[in-house]
């Protein structure tokens, strides 16, 4: 399977994305937030670099919640309305 690459504008809202989370998490450490996320510590930098710029809905949501935000807040710092990836062949997801 081929994976569409992802638009200039979707790397830079997954770097604001991880800009956000390191804010977010400010007095506490990667290690601590990765951990009541239920993510690996490695995945947590890698997001909070912009190094996988599309995190899982789940992953972020562990995210949200460990850190006590919002998921609508954060969206809408995301920049909501913009323009969805394309779907894949096979894609299960609602339209």
């Not at 890698?46 to 998921?71: Q, W």
């Amino acid at each position: 399977m081929v994976r569409t690459p992802l638009t200039e504008g979707q790397r830079d809202r997954g770097r604001a994305l991880g800009q956000i989370l390191r804010a977010a998490r400010a007095p506490r450490t990667a290690a601590e937030v990765a951990h009541d996320a239920g993510i690996s510590i490695d995945t947590l930098r890698k997001i909070e670099r912009g190094a996988i710029p599309n995190p899982a809905f789940f992953t972020v949501s562990a995210l949200a919640k460990a850190l006590g935000m919002d998921l609508n807040e954060l969206a809408a710092a995301l920049g909501e309305g913009e323009e969805a990836p394309p779907r894949e062949q096979g894609d299960l997801r609602a339209s």
